[in-house]
């Protein structure tokens, strides 16, 4: 079984930044892409970005140049930046990981809302 703790949401004020964290532990024998997603009220859930295990990243057009994903492989820990924040940005965030064969594990989701 595979964990997800994401941590990092909270409140934020329009033009503020967050960085958000979500560490997988647990039986995890590869990890092939690591990725947030996010679900705005009364929304669909929306990729945000996702990163490969070699470093290739991925970005919803809406967040190019101001979000920033990285991971670090050997922690299994994915991050997001994400800077000049909007009230549009407000969502609850889910880290997911993809294992191939093994399948995809969902964090438990981490709020964010900007807002003044």
């Known amino acids: 079984q595979v964990q997800l703790v994401e941590s990092g949401g909270g409140l934020v004020q329009p033009g503020g930044s967050l960085r958000l964290s979500c560490a997988a532990s647990?039986?995890?024998?590869?990890?092939?892409?690591m990725g947030w997603y996010r679900q705005a009220p009364g929304k669909q859930r929306e990729l945000v970005a996702h990163?490969?295990?070699?470093?290739?990243?991925n970005y919803s057009d809406s967040v190019k140049g101001r979000f920033t994903i990285s991971g670090d492989n050997a922690r299994n820990t994915v991050y997001l930046h994400m800077n000049s924040l909007k009230p549009e940005h407000t969502a609850v965030y889910y880290c997911?990981?993809?294992?191939?064969?093994?399948?995809?594990?969902w964090g438990q989701g981490t709020p964010v809302t900007v807002s003044s």
């Open positions: 990163i490969t295990s070699g470093g290739i990243t």
């Open positions: 997911n990981i993809n294992m191939g064969a093994r399948g995809i594990t």
């Open positions: 647990g039986s995890i024998f590869r990890i092939y892409v």
